[in-house]
């Protein structure tokens, strides 16, 4: 059955960098787009960022644009955020998802859901 497991969080200073990873295991990797949401408490699980099956297309929300990048590695199975410049408000559980679709930005389009992974950004 399809996995997504996701690693990398934890305690970061604010402006300070981390590296999410989802390791994808029981699909064919590059039929999937994959995204980045998350969702801190009492909120909405929300979109931030995506990349379609190839790699060669990646959306971003406005909110993390410009400090955070999304990739893939089709060799490893993984798709990976890079979070740089943290910021409080970063602070969430960060979730990994894939469809086999598009790089959509909405939840619903997703299929498969990693367990997500704490990031905490101090001030």
């Known amino acids: 059955q399809v996995q997504l497991v996701e690693s990398g969080g934890g305690l970061v200073q604010a402006g300070g960098s981390l590296r999410l990873s989802c390791a994808a295991s029981g699909l064919t990797f590059t039929s999937y787009a994959m995204a980045w949401f998350r969702q801190a408490p009492g909120k909405e699980r929300e979109f931030v960022a995506s990349?379609?099956?190839?790699?060669?297309?990646?959306y971003y929300a406005d909110s993390v644009k410009g400090r955070f990048t999304i990739s893939r590695d089709s060799a490893k199975n993984t798709v990976y955020l890079q979070m740089n410049s943290a910021k409080p408000e970063d602070t969430a559980v960060y979730y990994c998802?894939?469809?086999?679709?598009?790089?959509?930005?909405?939840?619903?389009?997703?299929?498969?859901w990693g367990q997500g992974t704490q990031v905490t950004v101090s001030s």
């Open positions: 990349i379609s099956r190839s790699g060669g297309s990646t």
């Open positions: 998802a894939a469809n086999t679709v598009e790089a959509f930005t909405t939840k619903e389009s997703y299929d498969y």
